[in-house]
Nanobody, 117 residues
Framework: QVQLVESGGGLVQPGGSLRLSCTAS????????MSWYRQAPGKQRELVAR???????NYADSVKGRFTISRDNAKNTVHLQMNSLKPEDTAVYYC???????????WGQGTQVTVSS
């Protein structure tokens, strides 16, 4: 059974930083693309950042230069370093992995990030 467990969310002031982590169990992530999505109240879920199995990355325009996605295949983990946080970054952040061969998606349970003074 595949499980994704996220951690690192919380309340932070504008301009602050948080680091999200997502650890997968039940699979080996080497053949999966790994991503972070977010969903703010009343809005659709959106892609924040993705790192492919080969290590290529892409980011939403709104977070470029502020967020960094990375992966550690040995630990089955993906991270999202978030700097210079803004109130508009407030959302539930979800970890996603997608098999590069199967196309099957797995999702974490979500972790709340709140940016507020």
């Amino acid at each position: 059974q595949v499980q994704l467990v996220e951690s690192g969310g919380g309340l932070v002031q504008p301009g602050g930083s948080l680091r999200l982590s997502c650890t997968a169990s039940g699979i080996f992530v080497d053949i999966y693309d790994m991503s972070w999505y977010r969903q703010a109240p009343g809005k659709q879920r959106e892609l924040v950042a993705r790192i492919t199995s080969g290590g290529s990355t892409n980011y939403a325009d709104s977070v470029k230069g502020r967020f960094t996605i990375s992966r550690d295949n040995a630990k089955n983990t993906v991270h999202l370093q978030m700097n210079s946080l803004k109130p508009e970054d407030t959302a539930v952040y979800y970890c996603n992995i997608r098999g590069i061969l199967s196309g099957v998606d797995y999702w974490g349970q979500g972790t709340q990030v709140t940016v507020s003074s």
